[in-house]
């Protein structure tokens, strides 16, 4: 500094502005808080938002199969083999008024086998003329139904319907199968 003797006046005291301490003490905690949180794993700013993707799908629904329906397919099944009289049906919610149907087959061999079908409502014709479509190898196997995958309705073992209701009947120990004292089982007349 060049000496010139003249001595600078002083300078005022400063203010303290509160206002901008408060702030600044604020930002600062923020920051401290912001950085544990993200090292702790908590919400942070790059986290992106949630959206709504509308309601939860509803849980299936099984119902029972009406007895018409069991009796209308069994029309198609190869003689000697026969279906327990309960059975599974799940609505489609891809075919309007379809419903895919679960039945156990009983007969020589048929240890807790199931067959799907593909049906139109719930009542089939026991002529075979509409309602009912055959879905997976078993089915076509051992009935006369239409293969469902070659309609447009292109019903297959692998869609998730089938598999929902298949996961559920596979669950079923026999004695959840056991039907009403005096039911007779619906058998075959191919």
């Known amino acids: 500094m060049i000496e010139t003797g003249i001595t600078p006046p002083p300078r005022p005291p400063k203010k303290t502005n509160w206002a901008v301490l408060v702030f600044l003490t604020f930002v600062g905690v923020t920051i401290v808080f912001g950085v544990v949180a993200a090292i702790a794993g908590g919400p942070s700013s790059a986290t992106p938002a949630v959206t709504s993707q509308g309601p939860a799908p509803e849980a299936p629904t099984y119902e029972h199969v009406p007895k018409a329906t069991i009796e209308g397919l069994a029309h198609g099944l190869e003689k000697g083999l026969a279906f327990h009289p309960t059975g599974y049906m799940l609505k489609s919610r891809s075919h309007g008024n379809a419903y895919y149907v679960a039945l156990r087959l009983l007969g020589p061999g048929m240890n807790n086998t199931w067959v ?49 209701l298949e996961g559920f009947v596979t669950k079923l120990e026999p004695d959840d199968m056991k039907a009403s004292a005096g039911v007779v089982v619906i058998a075959g007349t191919q």
């Open 116 to 164: 799907f079908f593909l049906v139109s409502g719930t009542q089939i014709d026991a002529k075979r003329s509409s309602g009912g479509m055959a879905i997976g190898a078993v089915t076509k196997e051992f009935t006369d139904w239409p293969d469902s995958a070659t309609t447009d309705a292109n019903a297959r073992i692998t869609d998730p319907e089938v598999n929902e």
